[in-house]
């Protein structure tokens, strides 16, 4: 059977005012022969469409949105991109605060005649004509663009917010139009037609401003590239431009300039801010063979590096491309309020013309109280909030993880991490260092710890196991001058032997030593380190016991207040490795971890993930690389300490600090963005329910309250925008609220 080849390209759309717009587009699109999933987001103005490439394209798909009244085009590289969508929002900002500021010219005499003059009595001579004159050019110049959407609407056998709108303020105008030339005695709303419209094109000013702050995020990291790079080419020196730069080039970056691609230094020393991809604030020492991103900042030396990685390939261009699919992702929770917006426009022409008809021939009210009703509920029922609601706090809350390098892959990932019963951390690399260090040294002959040090570390050098680069390292650090060693041999899986001054020099496993030396004096000390999960080498020289080695692969400082922040959360914590019982149990003692998973393979991690979940929800923190398929077989997958495209496919979350510390605020974040996405939706609900009912006059036969067209139109503008400053204010939210507290409390600690 032939494998279906697919595709999936996003759009750029420009012209959706509210939900009931991109369920329209996704209803559409959805029938397009070949399309297989479609996602359109209100919030960001993007559509990610998949389709069969041998029953679609491109340019049909664009087509399609077209013909619905609506501008699309392909969404390319996000870093390329970035200025041609800087251009459109601030270009789209400027029409409607033109088309606002001459809507404003027209209205506001129309609402002093209209309400403020008539009311107090004063007489205007051809008051009714003048505002004919006046609300016209708003009708439909200003609401040309209104009307054309809600007739591509109609065309397309369904209805948006343009819909209601362009029939409330048409039946208040026409209905003017013909109290004005056929019946001067009724009343007449042409300040109202007015001033609807105006207050739409307000509410739409305010939430492009408002969307474009969510997305602050995103447009700061692509602000972050540097757009000239210095190359060598032909030995020479050059200034080019960043997307010139080629794979392999070597690049030159002096003190206080910016990184323009990844890669890896092949000369010199400096240290690195890399604050804006992780969010640390320390900078990062490098040296010759590491790894240097773009768009950080080189603080210190001269270095050259070769490029790795270019355009679209770098970790920044990963970093944006991973946000804009994370906002353009939908909750869970959203396809309740789409659910709700495909059935909300109809439901609302129903409720509008039902109240007419009842209050004009059931109730026997004047046509102009039952037209009044009419335009408020249809006014008052604008879906934008709604549609609003998720994705803007979703934008907002995985903007603010990036500024803190918590890179979270969507809606899902957020509402499912606020579901977790427990957590899983692999051992290695996640809760400890990754990396065997010398934690003991026992003396027994030796006269010091350097002697010992310098002795294990002479014949040490000249072994590959990692034991001994533990032991190396640790005689780099103290800056040991080592011995010379001859007829060095390697005895596999148990240790090292030579002669240093023509004496042999034996560095090995306890049992490799007992078959030479008695070890029971030592059997205790053994014992004592073994069951704090180290590894014991025992040094012996000239047939003589010197000392003892403890190894480990060192917890992490910041491990044991993550558990114990992750506990006090109500959260179960697990420890998953392959390591042997002993020493994980000693690992989890000191993490404050009670529950343990030893002696698993890494094929066999995934199942294990599999078994727990039936317990409920699991969250695995692992290092993204080696501990892949547990991250994708549990419910949210945690990379912590790498940016590497492992970890961006498999995890939910990628942390881009080595910082157990980052799992505690991403949980914190994802409950935070959970509860002001609920809040939108309480609050977005509750409006409309409260304000259908009041604009169709339930309230009037009992208080005499009757909501006007006008105050429903400035409740329906606002209402968008208070949803939106609702999101916003998660910048606020202090990630490390923790974290500074215990830094002051150490530092009262020390005044004392």
């Known amino acids: 059977m032939e494998k279906i080849k697919t595709k999936k390209i996003e ?57 619905l009244g609506y501008d699309a085009s392909v969404v390319s590289n996000a870093l390329e ?104 005695m009724q009343d007449q709303y042409f300040e109202a037609a007015a001033v609807l419209i105006t207050f739409v094109i307000l509410g739409r000013f305010l939430e492009a401003i408002a969307k474009g702050k969510t ?43 910016k990184i323009p691609v990844d890669g890896i230094i092949i000369e010199g020393l400096t240290s690195i801010d890399e604050s804006m991809l992780t969010g640390e604030s320390i900078p990062v020492d490098k040296k ?38 994370a906002q353009s992702r939908k909750a869970p929770i959203q396809r309740f309020a789409d659910t709700i917006s495909a059935y909300f426009v109809p439901g609302v022409l129903v409720i509008a013309l039902v109240s007419f008809l009842v209050w004009y021939l059931v109730l026997g009210m004047p046509v102009s109280f039952a037209l009044t009703i009419a335009i408020s509920v249809l006014v008052i029922a604008c879906p934008c909030a709604l549609g609003l609601a998720t994705p803007t706090a979703i934008m907002v809350g995985t903007g603010k993880g990036a500024e803190n390098g918590i890179l979270i892959k969507g809606g899902d990932s957020l509402e499912n991490a606020c579901k977790l019963k427990s957590i899983v951390f692999d051992k290695t690399g996640t809760l400890t260092k990754g990396k065997p260090e010398v934690t003991d040294i026992v003396l027994i002959e030796s006269k010091s710890n350097n002697a010992l040090l310098k002795l294990a570390a002479s014949i040490e050098i000249k072994s590959e196991h990692p034991l001994a680069d533990a032991v190396v390292e640790q005689a780099k650090k103290m800056k040991l001058k080592l011995n010379p060693i001859k007829k060095f041999e390697a005895v596999s ?150 940016g590497t495209d492992v970890a961006m496919e498999t995890s939910n979350i ?50 005499g309250i009757l909501l006007s067209p006008i105050i429903a139109g400035g409740a329906m503008a606002l209402s968008s925008v208070s949803v939106v400053s609702n999101s916003l204010l998660m910048k606020r939210i202090n990630l490390k609220e923790k974290e500074e507290a215990k830094k002051i409390n150490k530092k009262k600690k020390t005044r004392k």
Request: charged share 25%.
């Open 11 to 67: 759009l750029q759309i420009s012209g959706m005012h509210c939900q009931s717009c991109t369920t329209l587009i996704t209803k559409k699109l959805s029938k397009e022969n070949g399309v297989l999933n479609v996602n359109v987001n209100y919030a960001t103005a993007k559509a990610s469409i998949e389709f069969n490439e041998k029953q679609a394209n491109e340019n049909k798909l664009i087509g399609i949105v077209k013909g």
């Open 81 to 184: 991109n970035s200025d041609r969508e800087a251009i459109k929002r601030k270009n789209e900002i400027k029409k409607l605060k033109r088309m606002l500021v001459i809507s404003l010219i027209f209205t506001i005499p129309a609402f002093i005649i209209g309400m403020v003059l008539m009311p107090l009595e004063i007489e205007l001579p051809f008051r009714n004509i003048i505002l004919f004159a006046l609300t016209t050019p708003v009708q439909f110049v200003i609401g040309f663009g209104i009307y054309k959407s809600a007739f591509l609407a109609l065309k397309n056998k369904t209805a948006n917010m343009d819909s209601l709108i362009a029939l409330g303020t048409s039946a208040a105008y026409f209905y003017s139009v013909y109290v004005t030339f056929f019946d001067p």
């Open 215 to 257: 997305s602050e995020a995103i447009k700061k990291l692509m602000g972050l590239s540097p757009k000239i790079a210095t190359v060598i080419r032909n030995g020479k020196e050059i200034k080019i431009k960043i997307d010139e730069v080629k794979l392999n080039d070597i690049v030159l970056v002096k003190p206080g300039e």
């Open 288 to 325: 010759k063979n590491d790894l240097v991103m773009a768009a950080t900042i080189n603080k210190q030396g001269f270095i050259k590096f070769k490029a790795t990685k270019i355009g679209a390939n770098t970790t920044l261009a990963h970093i944006i491309k991973l946000i804009e699919e």
């Open 493 to 642: 899986g148990f240790g090292v032997k030579g002669l240093f001054n023509n004496k042999q020099l034996i560095v090995g496993k306890p049992d490799f030593i007992e078959k030479i030396l008695d070890l029971k004096k030592i059997k205790s000390q053994i014992s004592d380190l073994e069951k704090q999960g180290k590894t014991v080498i025992v040094v012996c020289y000239n047939k003589k016991l010197q000392g003892l080695i403890g190894i480990a692969d060192a917890l992490r400082p910041d491990s044991i207040q993550a558990v114990k922040e992750l506990q006090e959360q109500g959260l179960e914590v697990y420890m998953l490795t392959g390591d042997n019982k002993r020493t994980a149990n000693a690992i989890a003692l000191q993490a404050g971890i009670k529950n343990v998973i030893a002696e698993v393979l890494p094929s066999d991690k995934a199942n294990k993930i599999k078994e727990l979940q039936k317990k409920g929800k699991i969250g695995m923190i692992g290092d993204g690389i080696n501990d892949a398929p547990a991250l994708a077989q549990a419910d949210i997958g945690i990379a912590i300490g790498s």
């Open 654 to 703: 990628v942390l881009m600090n080595n910082n157990a510390l980052d799992v505690v605020k991403a949980i914190k974040l994802n409950k935070f963005t959970m509860k002001k996405i609920k809040q939108n939706l309480f609050w977005a609900l509750f409006y409309n329910a409260a304000g259908i009912p009041i604009a169709a006059g339930l309230l009037f036969p009992f208080t």
